[in-house]
Structure formats: structure tokens, C-alpha cells
């Protein structure tokens, strides 16, 4: 506002006609590669404080500073506003361009706070916008990905229906309103042949709306791995056909399982895994082979949710148990066992139906040959000293007709050269076989990815950035989208999908999505009911269970404390349309044609329903996802550990199983490179992450300062949380100090709050 002289401000006694508004824009995205700060010069930012009120609105105010662009930084400016704007509780932000080029630079803003009269208003943002045209005037519509301007409310956020002023409801609808027009719902398949939850509309990341993209960090070291692996992957592929045009070779295998170690440290090293990595994986290659160790990595591999106790056995099991060795469960009968709750199943019913994989196998290697679809489940028994050990492995090659075989531990003592040994050994393989591919389609990206999306859908939909749920929730769901809408480009895209390159059943991922999506519940995604219902609440060693239930009972402690700010009683929830809205969508569009919605509910009746379903939300975002993805390298790069195809049937009782037979069986270099390739690429944190707990030593950030929640009480909320993760990590920690393998995926200095690889 501009005064002309002080008669202007200044009345006969003295009493300022004015009240001076300090505003303190914070701009620029977290760039930690930048090399110089730069500088947003590409037109003028235009503040309104109160718009659309018919008695408190400020007349339009412009702030010509240079804004920090690719670098977080602020700008303050004051200015006179008269008395009777009062309290800014709605903030109007444009930016109005001052160039004419057609292509002009998005400008990050993360917040800006206004000051008055001593209070301080805080208003978070957190999004992108587009300089208008002055010439064509200010857009109603989105721009460039981008909104035409943001309608921001203050402080802590509120619900619609304890709004009263008209023009704070109208800034409210609008927001929504043009979120909507660029966030939309796929349009489902009138008679889809394979169940996928609902996604996004746009199927091209260079098409998202700018606030669905990664912030401009540009992720030098990521896109390095993955373009050094995709050469070394084609250069593998092109010596291979180029050998076999020549010479008329077959495919070799490795010559040893250590040439597999071998071959793990040097194409890792060549795509820039991290050499911490790769000592993990060096201590997994040590003692892959024991039954030990094959137990632990149920318990705190990448697929630690996958156990269930067995209470009575089934038709599964008779047959292999009717002649299993009194060795393998310690002299002791199979009903003592049952009764002492110490017997214990993993299963991969979900490749039922699956047929053998192997197209691709041409492309990567010169020759056709089959990649073989194994169903292998494992009984395991808790020994009396309190570890899980395999007892039974079933395989079955149903593609093509085979009965079922059993197979046992060796008897103590056994050589390793020993056909008994190696075919236990062989046996073991298959399982993993099975349990990657299962992994990482159903568990890494249908359940850490798919199911996830949904909830990010809906909330940008249904709640505007008003709401104070959209700000707790935001941290969390920003990364979900952008991910998952380049995973459907390349990585499962039935047209070219990646796992169809290391994964025997990546070729019917679809086929594998389907069996997954008609069994998964809302209820899957409650960790303390998962627990109890697997029956594994007292199977020693279990670290991801210990930590996933630490991690839930601290979420859920944090969003019931942030409803009870935001709802007074369950009167509240009901009146909330927005929210009633957010879950309806969830359910009817998020999972249309899955039985019963999946179990989601379209309505939320209680404060107690909504503190479950955002503890949900946000660990199943976080937390699960960090715990299926970041140790994929550990225990995958070494391929003997966790082979993802197998090429050659499993062998029949009575085969003599050599070692020559196993390295004929497990995969060639090519797709093995393609596994490690897969793992280092998604396997690594982003440069942008935020976590937890933060870690300078490592350069890591915390989760305050990413927040959307921005009053007090909400702020006093996230630091009673990130002590309780703090008491976690020392925990983790503790627990870890004399373990050969540690369980560290979970430490809270190691877990980003949201989905960014």
C-alpha cells in the first residue's frame, strides 16, 4: 500500500492509521547437487491478504525481489495495510511475469509467514507456480502444470463445516476445484481382465502437474547407475550374440557359485552401488547356504511379512511329513511341536496359474530357452534354541504336469559335495525362486506402490489444502505418484517391463497382480492385526516385526494426537464432508471391482476409525515400503541367494543333483546383471529424501521442516514423534550390537517419510 507522507499515517494524537504486515516469502526446492544458487528473476510476486472479502481484503501486493530458486532460501518485505484488513487469514499468492518468453520457470513456494502486530501467521504452501502473462491477464485455469495461483488458510488448517465467512469458504472450494482439474482418476476398463487398483489419469511423467513432480533435484548420481547399467547390460547382450553368430555357442553358466560373488562386486562396483552395500551382500554370501540363515532372511530379508504359523497341518504338507527325518525337528513328535506353536509356513499360492516364463530370454542371451514357474513352499520349525530352520520344501512344476516332491534337510554332518546336500541346496533355490518373484510383484510393488497411489489419489482430490489432514498427510503421500506413474512406464509395463528381464513369472505380472489384488484386505494393512493373525507374535529374531510394531504404536500415538486437535468428537467426523468424501473415493474408485472394495471402508463413523486409517496410510508409505525395497542389493544381487528365474524343471526324486546341475540351472549372466542393475537402481535413496530421524553425519534431513502441519500444537505433535523415533533408534541400535547380519533397514535414520524410489 502506498501512503503519501505521514499526514496519511498518522492522525492528529498519533495513532497509526496502519499496521505493518512483515511477509517472509521461503522459496526454492532442496537441490543438494547444485553447484551455484540461483536466483527466480522471471517476474513479480503478487500477495493479497484476505481475497474475496467484502470488508478485510488488501489491495494487491508486489514483491519484486530476486526469490532463491534452486536452493531454499526467503525473502522479506513489509508494507502498511489498513486496520480494517485485521487478521490475514486467507493468503492469495500469483506471480505475474515480466518477461515474454514462452517458457518461463515455476517458482517452488514452501511457505510464507506474515507478521503482525507481534503474532506471527504461517501459511504452507509447498507447490508450484506459473507466471502469468500480464497481457492476457491472470488465468483461471490451470498453467504449465501448474495452479493459476494458491487460496492459502492459516495455521493449522480447519474443517469446512467450522468455517463461517463466506470468502474463506469460496478460496476453499476453488482450491479443490482446480486440484481436481488436474488430478484425475484413470477411467476404468468396463470388463477389466485383470484387477489393479485406480491411478492416475496421466500415464506420461512429463505430463504430471507440477506439484506431482519430484522437486527440481536433479538425480545425477541415480540416473548415472542407471545409464553405466544399461550399457553394461548391452554390452553383455551384444558380446553374447555376437559370440554365438561366430563360434555357434550354447549358453554358459557360471563356472562356480563364488564366480556369481565375483561377478556381484564387479558389475556393482561398475554401477555405482554403494560399497557398504556391497559388504552386506559379501557377509549374506558367507552363509547363504546354511538352513540358519535361510530361516533368518524369512524373518528380515525383503519379504518378512510372508510367515504364518501353522495350527493344523493340511493337505500341503501330509504327504512330506509323512516321511521327514526325526532329526529335523529334534527328536521331537510333529504334534508336540504343533502344540508348543513352534511349526511355521511360507507359501506362494499367488503364482497358481502362472505359466513358464523365458520370452525375453532370446533377446538377452541369443537363444530361446524356458524360465521355469515353480510353486515351492517351506514348513520351518523354531528349535529349541530359538531358531527358524527349514524342515520341508514342497515343489511342484504344475505348468506342465509334475507331482509334487518333498524335500528334507541332510542329516547332520553332511558333506557339501554330498547329492543329498546339493539337492537340499537346489531345493532351497527353487523357494527363493518363488519367494523373489512373488516379492517383488505382490509385496514390493502391488502392495508398496499400487495400493498406495490410491490414497494419494484421493487425498489431493477430496482435500484441499486447507484441510488438516492434507497437511499431515502431505510429507507422506508427495512421492507416491510421480513413482508409480514411471513404474508403469517401464518397470511394469506389460509392453516392456523390467522384471521380465531377472523374474520367471514378470512376464504374467498382470496375471500375478490379479491372484494378489482378489486376496488383499484393508485389514493386511494393520500391522498389529497382521501380526496376530499370522500367529507369529512370539517367534525370536523376528527384528521387522519388533521394529514394524515400534514404528505403528509411534504413528498411531502421533495421528491421534493431531485428529484430537482437528476434531472435538465423533460429531465432527460425520460433518466432515471432505474427509467422508476422501475415503468414498478410496473405496469406490481406488478398488472398483475388487470384493467388497478390498475391505475399505467408504465412510468413516468414528475419531478412533480415522487415528487407524492415517496410521495405515503412512506406515504402509513409509515404513512397509523401506522395509520391502532398501535391501534388495543385501540379498538379491548374489543370485545363487535368491535367483529370480530358474532355468531348468526341478528335479525329481531320485536325480542325483551335482553342482554342475545347480549352475545349469540358475541364471546367466545377463539376467543376473539385469537383477543387480534392478536393485542398485531402485534400491538406493533419492537425494531429495527425507527422514525420520535425521542424520547429519550421513547428510540426511528429518521430517520437520517438510511439514505442512504448521501450528504449534501440530509442530509439538511431530517433535513428541521424532523423540519417540529417536528412543527407537537407540533401540535398533542396542538390539544390533553383536549381530554378524544387523537388522538396520528400519532405523528410523534410515526410513523416508514418503515413497521416492
Known amino acids: 500500500m502506498e501512503l503519501d507522507g505521514s499526514n496519511d499515517l498518522l492522525s492528529g494524537d498519533l495513532t497509526c492509521s496502519a499496521d505493518a504486515y512483515t511477509f517472509i516469502i521461503h522459496t526454492g526446492s532442496n537441490h543438494p547437487d547444485g553447484k551455484v544458487a540461483k536466483k527466480w528473476n522471471d517476474g513479480t510476486m503478487i500477495l493479497t491478504v484476505n481475497p474475496g472479502s467484502p470488508s478485510r481484503q488488501s489491495e494487491n501486493l508486489r514483491v519484486t525481489e530476486l526469490f532463491p530458486f534452486n536452493s531454499e532460501g526467503s525473502v522479506s518485505q513489509d508494507f502498511w495495510l489498513p486496520k480494517h484488513v485485521g487478521v490475514p487469514k486467507v493468503l492469495k499468492v500469483d506471480l505475474e511475469s515480466n518477461k515474454f518468453e514462452v517458457i518461463k520457470d515455476a517458482l517452488y513456494v514452501r511457505e510464507i509467514t506474515v507478521l503482525v502486530k507481534g503474532e506471527i501467521y504461517r501459511f504452507p504452501i509447498k507447490n508450484y507456480v506459473y507466471p502469468h502473462n500480464p497481457i492476457r491477464g491472470n488465468p483461471t485455469v490451470a498453467e504449465m502444470g501448474c495452479p493459476p495461483h494458491f487460496l492459502v488458510r492459516e495455521g493449522s488448517g480447519t474443517l469446512k463445516h467450522q468455517e463461517t465467512e463466506q470468502f474463506i469458504l469460496d478460496a476453499r472450494e476453488e482450491d479443490l476445484a482446480t486440484v481436481r482439474t488436474m488430478v484425475n482418476w484413470a477411467e476404468p476398463e468396463n470388463e477389466p481382465k485383470f484387477l489393479y487398483p485406480g491411478s492416475l489419469s496421466e500415464m506420461n511423467y ?6 506431482l513432480k519430484f522437486k527440481e533435484a536433479q538425480f545425477e548420481a ?19 550374440k555376437f559370440k554365438n553368430f561366430l563360434f555357434r555357442i550354447t549358453p554358459g553358466s557360471f563356472k562356480s557359485l563364488k564366480h556369481y560373488a565375483h561377478f556381484m562386486v564387479k558389475k556393482g562396483t561398475q554401477i555405482k552401488a554403494a560399497k557398504d552395500q556391497i559388504t552386506a551382500a559379501l557377509e549374506v554370501v558367507k552363509v547363504f547356504h546354511t538352513d540358519e540363515e535361510f530361516g533368518r532372511q524369512m524373518l528380515c530379508a525383503f519379504s518378512p511379512m510372508m510367515l504364518r504359523k501353522v495350527n493344523e497341518v493340511g493337505d500341503r504338507w501330509k504327504s512330506g511329513l509323512q516321511n521327514i527325518p526325526a532329526w529335523t525337528l529334534e527328536g521331537k513328535s510333529l504334534e508336540s511341536i504343533l502344540a508348543e506353536g513352534k511349526l511355521f509356513e511360507v507359501t506362494h499360492d499367488g503364482l497358481e496359474g502362472v505359466p513358464h516364463g523365458g520370452f525375453l530370454s532370446e533377446k538377452l542371451t541369443g537363444l530361446q530357452h524356458t524360465w521355469y514357474v515353480t510353486l515351492a513352499d517351506a514348513l520351518f520349525y523354531q528349535t529349541d534354541n530359538q531358531k527358524l530352520i527349514p524342515i520341508l520344501i514342497r515343489l511342484e512344476n504344475r505348468v506342465d504336469g509334475e507331482e509334487a516332491t518333498y524335500w528334507n534337510p541332510p542329516e547332520p554332518g553332511t558333506d557339501g559335495e554330498d547329492p543329498d546336500y546339493l539337492a537340499w541346496l537346489l531345493a532351497k533355490m527353487y523357494f527363493k525362486c518363488a519367494n523373489l518373484n512373488v516379492y517383488s510383484l505382490n509385496l514390493h510393488f502391488a502392495r508398496g506402490h499400487a495400493i498406495n497411489e490410491v490414497f494419494a489419489v484421493s487425498a489431493y482430490r477430496n482435500l484441499p489444502n486447507a484441510h488438516p489432514l492434507l497437511r499431515l498427510l502431505q510429507p507422506h503421500i508427495q512421492g507416491i505418484i510421480p513413482v508409480n506413474v ?25 496375471m500375478v497382480h490379479d491372484t494378489y489384488f482378489k486376496k488383499v484386505t484393508y485389514q493386511d494393512l494393520l500391522i498389529p492385526q497382521d501380526v496376530a493373525e499370522r500367529g507369529v507374535e512370539e517367534v525370536t529374531g523376528y527384528f521387522y516385526r519388533d521394529d514394524a510394531l515400534g514404528y505403528w504404536k509411534l504413528l498411531h500415538q502421533y495421528c491421534s494426537e493431531m485428529v484430537d486437535l482437528v476434531y472435538l468428537g465423533d460429531q465432527d467426523v460425520h460433518r466432515d464432508e471432505e474427509l467422508q468424501n476422501f475415503a468414498r473415493e478410496v473405496a469406490q474408485c ?10 475399505f471402508p467408504s465412510t468413516f463413523p468414528t475419531k478412533d476409525a480415522i487415528k487407524e486409517y492415517l496410521t495405515a496410510i503412512i506406515y ?17 544381487a548374489f543370485t545363487p541367494n535368491y ?4 532355468r531348468m524343471p526341478p528335479p525329481k526324486k531320485g536325480d542325483i543333483v551335482t553342482m554342475q546341475r545347480i549352475l545349469d540351472t540358475l541364471p546367466l549372466p545377463e539376467n543376473t546383471f539385469a537383477s543387480i542393475y534392478i536393485s542398485v537402481s531402485l534400491g538406493g535413496f533419492s537425494p531429495i529424501e527425507r527422514f525420520y530421524l535425521e542424520s547429519p553425519g550421513q547428510d540426511r534431513l528429518g521430517m520437520l521442516g517438510e511439514n505442512m502441519a504448521v501450528s504449534e500444537e501440530q509442530e509439538s505433535c511431530i517433535k513428541r514423534l521424532i523423540e519417540g523415533m529417536r528412543d527407537l533408534h537407540f533401540k535398533i541400535k542396542d538390539r544390533n550390537e553383536g549381530l554378524k547380519i544387523k537388522y538396520t533397514v528400519l532405523d528410523p535414520m534410515n526410513v523416508p517419510i514418503t515413497t521416492q524410489v
Not at 504402509?620 to 538379491?636: K, L, P
Open 206 to 211: 512429463d505430463n504430471l502437474p507440477r506439484f
Open 590 to 599: 481406488g478398488f472398483r471391482g475388487f470384493p467388497n472394495n478390498a475391505g
Open 643 to 646: 535367483p529370480g528365474i530358474m
Open 486 to 510: 514411471q513404474a508403469r512406464s517401464v518397470l511394469v509395463n506389460p509392453e516392456r517391463c523390467a522384471f521380465a528381464t531377472f523374474l520367471s513369472a514378470g512376464e504374467s505380472l498382470q
Open 620 to 636: 504402509n508409505i513409509s515404513v512397509f515400503h523401506c522395509a520391502v525395497n532398501f535391501q534388495t542389493f543385501q540379498y538379491a
Open 222 to 240: 541415480m540416473f548415472g547407475a542407471v545409464l553405466i547399467g544399461r550399457r553394461n547390460l548391452m554390452y553383455t547382450i551384444l558380446k553374447r
